[in-house]
């Protein structure tokens, strides 16, 4: 017999949603811990956000997460924001706290490193320049998490030279703003690569880079994870560098979500991992 004093809830708010694997993840952790309640899917649209949000606390919802389009809405919405939220511009965990005012939070820097650390445990975000492809909001925040780890430079390549040069004003003088025409000669002498776009992802533009100048010991990293092993993610591998595939970030970020809402810090396991990939 449960002894909880009511049934957990929370959720994950976006228009699409129903793709999202976040209820799949946070409902195998529910039932792994002995936790009643359930994670659902929340189809919401952007001018809806603000209704949705507040209803919360009353329908007893521990908190959601947000995904595209609602990340930067939520910034205006909710009571209280973390620093590091502000500093990314983007809210991807909303809390419900105990006076029932609105936390936000953004654990996708924390995702990511974990994932890295996961994957590649002696890669250090010190040990040379990073390069970055795309200034998006999942840019944001790992700039924000390599930054918070001690990273010297970041070389920013975008499509927009624009979009770039605005990150590097907001984060400082260790971004370095670059045409999308320079992202392979920005290889030369970069411990690390992530591809922070949507390029290579099932239904979108493949990502086209050549990697000749990339040192075999650098680490690549893309946060695209369906397909998993994508194509840059295959090229590197097949040139003898590291590889980290972007469901790790996914897995990682909803580990504090969890523990804010529930009380209980859960593991990424192979078993959870496993589970995840089989509905890729």
């Known amino acids: 017999m449960s002894h909880q004093k009511r049934y957990l809830l929370a959720g994950v708010m976006g228009s699409p949603i129903m793709h999202s694997r976040s209820p799949g993840i946070h409902n195998l952790w529910l039932a792994e811990h002995g936790l009643i309640g359930h994670y659902a899917p929340l189809l919401i649209e952007p001018a809806g956000l603000e209704k949705a949000l507040r209803a919360l606390a009353p329908l007893g919802?521990?908190?959601?997460?947000?995904?595209?389009?609602?990340?930067?809405?939520?910034?205006?919405?909710v009571d209280r924001i973390d620093p590091l939220a502000q500093r990314i511009g983007a809210i991807n965990c909303v809390v419900v706290g105990a006076d029932g005012a609105l936390e936000g939070y953004n654990y996708d820097a924390f995702g990511f490193i974990e994932s890295l650390r996961e994957q590649a445990p002696d890669w250090r975000a010190d040990s040379g320049p990073c390069v970055l492809l795309?200034?998006?909001?999942?840019?944001?925040?790992?700039?924000?998490?390599?930054l918070g780890e001690g990273a010297?430079?970041?070389?920013?390549?975008?499509?927009?030279?624009?979009?770039?040069?605005?990150?590097?004003?907001?984060?400082?003088?260790?971004?370095?703003?670059?045409?999308?025409?320079?992202r392979e000669a920005a290889l030369g002498g970069a411990s690390l690569l992530v591809n922070c776009t949507s390029m290579g992802m099932v239904?979108?533009?493949s990502l086209e880079i050549a990697l000749d100048d990339l040192p075999t010991g650098a680490l690549v990293s893309d946060i695209v994870y369906v397909p998993l092993e994508t194509q840059l993610l295959a090229n590197a591998r097949a040139r003898g560098n590291a590889a980290v595939d972007g469901l790790g970030m996914l897995l990682h970020q909803a580990r504090p979500a969890f523990h804010k809402w529930f009380g209980v810090l859960p593991d990424v396991t192979p078993a959870l991992r496993k589970a995840i990939e089989a509905n890729l």
Do not use: C, H, M, Y
């Open 61 to 77: 919802f521990s908190g959601v997460n947000l995904t595209i389009p609602l990340k930067e809405l939520a910034l205006d919405i």
């Open 203 to 205: 239904g979108q533009p």
């Open 152 to 182: 010297t430079e970041i070389r920013l390549a975008n499509r927009t030279l624009e979009r770039a040069q605005s990150l590097a004003a907001e984060f400082g003088s260790k971004v370095k703003p670059l045409d999308w025409r320079e």
């Open 134 to 146: 795309g200034a998006g909001g999942a840019s944001r925040a790992i700039i924000a998490g390599l």
